[in-house]
């Protein structure tokens, strides 16, 4: 079966920490990965991604720095870690997966979806 299973979201103070994590099973286990998010009210933004090997990344402009998305193929398994977190990122954020070697940053080319975690991050 191919599955996507986010986790890890919750409640947080700003300047505070969580990692998201994001299980893949099947065939898309080593696929390119992408964390994307979505706040009340707004369009589904890209966050970060990691290429099938995990050696290239990239992440939104709105969270360098402060977000590391990274990989680990032997438990199939891509983290998002948020550090110095802004009541800006509450949203719920989503794992999507694709099969390519390289990395999009647009919603409509990823394939496979997980079922989300809410951020919230309070002020």
């Known amino acids: 079966q191919v599955q996507l299973v986010e986790s890890g979201g919750g409640l947080v103070q700003a300047g505070g920490s969580l990692r998201l994590s994001c299980v893949a099973s099947g065939s898309i286990a080593n696929y390119a990965r992408g964390w994307f998010r979505q706040a009340a009210g707004k369009e589904r933004e890209f966050v970060a991604g990691i290429n099938s090997i995990g050696g290239t990344t990239a992440s939104g402009d709105s969270v360098q720095g402060r977000f590391t998305v990274s990989r680990d193929n032997v438990k199939n398994t891509a983290y998002l870690q948020m550090n110095s977190l802004k009541p800006e990122d509450t949203a719920v954020y989503y794992c999507?997966?694709?099969?390519?070697?390289?990395?999009?940053?647009?919603?409509?080319?990823?394939?496979?979806w997980g079922q989300g975690t809410q951020v919230t991050v309070s002020s």
């Open positions: 999507a997966a694709y099969l390519s070697t390289g990395l999009v940053t647009k919603a409509g080319r990823y394939e496979y």
